[in-house]
């Protein structure tokens, strides 16, 4: 299972939107159907969750918590079939200019098969300049 994050548009104006997506790909070759997927990410200081989340998945069955002005997003009971890609979208904004790195670490998705992300995911929102950096 790998983990991957992009933010559309990956500049927010001071109190703008920008849409965080948080992508699992359970497409290893000899992959299985996964339960009581899990995962939650702590928002970098100065991004917080939009007035209005907006949060969404693809992930069969599963429940999005994302409050508006709180600093993490959580999916949990999800599943995802072998070979596809579960998604976590919510509305982000930011009050502070400057780049904020945004990671999901190792280990931070889990799952009833014991299945988890092997390596982190990471993505720079960048708080009113012009070019995002990313790693």
């Known amino acids: 299972m790998t983990l991957s994050k992009a933010f559309a548009p990956a500049t927010i104006n001071p109190s703008g939107i920008s849409t965080l997506t948080i992508s699992v790909a359970n497409t290893a070759a000899g992959s299985i159907d996964l339960s009581a997927l899990a995962l939650s990410d702590a928002l970098p200081a100065g991004v917080t969750i939009a007035a209005s989340p907006g949060g969404s998945t ?30 976590v979208s919510v509305n982000v904004t930011s009050v502070a200019v400057g780049a904020h790195l945004n990671t999901i670490p190792a280990g931070n998705v889990t799952t009833a098969q014991g299945a988890s992300n092997g390596s982190g995911g990471e993505r720079n929102v960048d708080g009113g300049r012009t070019r995002p950096q990313s790693r």
């Open 58 to 87: 693809t992930c069969g069955s599963g429940t999005v918590t994302a409050v508006a002005g709180g600093t993490s997003v959580s999916l949990s009971a999800a599943a995802s079939p072998r070979a596809r890609r579960a998604r």
